[in-house]
């Protein structure tokens, strides 16, 4: 398979060159050129097979060109060593958890696969280092993906004492091939001191780079699995008829793949994407003008983004014509004290306890759902990550699963380092090998 640039003025790829890179030359996001259309009696059946079954032969429409049937089945098994059940949490409305990971959040599927597959392309060729800078739930999420991949080694950036405990034990708590490195700045240092080892030419004849952005189609396709495992879910309670999607959305990777499966023949009837508020695609839909601008802080902070990376693969997958966009998806955007009030009201009248992505994605689909219609909205996260702010919003205690408090009770290693890249440089060559000793 080849992979085009949204913007349309970088030469195409192959799947290896477009994992490598993320990013296409003329910075455009890399989409495939085919999307295969799965077989009907496929679809029909899809609860009668697991996940990983179901999710082999979505994986094989992507990569079956670039990859052996067998080693890939063994990457999606590895990946997907956790259920994605849907939960009715009242009539007609259903969660799709996808928290039951390592991480107890949806990127983990996206950054495991990523992990397998990168593994494999570039098996015994040496080792490959991969850089990340996090704010706090895209290193959790990387890190414990990349855990214990072969040939690979993981740096985590952070800004020293500016993300949340139980992030940081996420990432700083693994060992084996994961380093920590804690840096005396902000986020914002963190970042450019990884796109200036990307930049550098003695870096990169030394020892071989790469990123794990979000944007990486290694990451952003295996998202659409959840969409099949919903739809089967949806199929075995007798609900497979007029289903919405309803997805909490950030950098809108996640929405996106559930595009890609509708494009592949899932029978989803219509979207909606659901935001904090940071509004700028609910915005777009209202006016037909996409106009970026900085993020907000919010209690759903993963979603707080202002100018989403997938926005220009939404737009190219619709031809450019907001009408078209607007007829598959609608929009929502809520306040921090109304997700707020959606916790509470939601745990009060259901019992089920949301965490403030999935309330996001709860209240745009209780709002948005018509008459006849079965919804179904990503719950993203699990309560306990974000333990603080979902105990005040509804007065009791949060269980934290073991999972997460084995990363609590860990041991906490990092590596200190300024934010000067001098010295970053310096690090990376004294503790990656070289290209040329392997
Ligand atoms: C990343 C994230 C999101 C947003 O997903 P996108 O693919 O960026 O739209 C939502 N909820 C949680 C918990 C996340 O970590």
Redesign the pocket.
């Known amino acids: 398979m080849m992979y085009y640039s949204t913007n349309g003025k970088a030469p195409s790829a192959a799947l290896p060159k477009a994992v490598a890179r993320g990013l296409a030359e003329d910075r455009g996001l890399y989409m495939p050129e085919t999307i295969h259309t799965l077989p009907e009696d496929f679809i029909n059946t899809l609860c009668t097979r697991s996940l990983v079954e179901n999710s082999a032969v979505v994986a094989e429409a992507f990569f079956g060109e670039d990859i052996p049937s067998e080693e890939l089945r063994r990457i999606v098994g590895s990946a997907l060593t956790f259920d994605c059940p849907v939960h009715e949490v009242e009539p007609g409305i259903y969660a799709l958890e996808l928290f039951h990971g390592p991480t107890l959040?949806?990127?983990d599927v996206g950054a495991r696969f990523m992990a397998r597959l990168l593994g494999y392309l570039t098996g015994g060729e040496g080792e490959i280092n991969v850089l990340v800078a996090t704010s706090g739930?895209?290193g959790s999420?990387v890190a414990n993906g990349f855990l214990g991949v072969e040939g690979i080694r993981v740096f985590v950036l952070y800004p020293k004492g500016k993300v949340s405990p139980i992030q940081e034990c996420q990432f700083t708590t693994l060992g084996k091939n994961i380093t920590a490195i804690a840096v005396d700045g902000t986020f914002d240092d963190c970042q450019a001191l990884v796109k200036a080892a990307f930049m550098d030419s003695e870096l990169n004849g030394r020892m071989r780079l790469t990123s794990a952005n979000?944007i990486n189609v290694a990451r952003f396709l295996p998202?659409a699995f959840y969409y099949f495992q919903a739809y089967a879910g949806l199929q075995a309670a007798g609900k497979a008829r007029d289903v919405v999607c309803c997805?909490?959305?950030?950098?809108?990777?996640?929405?996106?793949a559930a595009l890609v499966a509708k494009r592949m023949g899932l029978p989803i009837k219509r979207f909606i994407a659901a935001n904090n508020a940071n509004s700028v695609f609910y915005e777009f839909l209202q006016t037909g003008r996409y106009m970026p601008r900085p993020s907000l802080a919010t209690i759903?902070n993963?979603?707080d983004?202002g100018d989403?990376s997938?926005f220009a693969r939404i737009w190219d997958l619709y031809g450019r014509d907001a009408r078209a966009v607007r007829s598959d998806i609608s929009g929502a955007t809520y306040k921090d004290s109304e997700i707020a009030w959606t916790i509470k009201d939601c745990y009060e009248r259901t019992g089920y306890l949301l965490?403030p992505?999935g309330a996001c994605g709860y209240r745009a689909l209780k709002e948005g759902l018509r008459p006849g219609e079965t919804g179904f909205f990503?719950e993203?996260?699990h309560p306990a990550?974000f333990k603080d702010t979902v105990e005040k919003i509804i007065g009791e205690p949060v269980a934290v699963p073991d999972r997460l408090a084995a990363f609590i009770n860990g041991r906490k290693r990092a590596v200190d380092l300024p934010r000067d890249f001098a010295s970053f440089k310096e690090y990376l060559l004294l503790n990656c090998s070289s290209k040329k000793s392997l």
């Open positions: 959040a949806f990127k739930d895209t999420a979000s998202q997805v909490p959305s950030g950098n809108f990777g996640n929405l996106c759903a993963a979603m983004v989403p997938n965490d992505h990503c993203t996260a990550k």
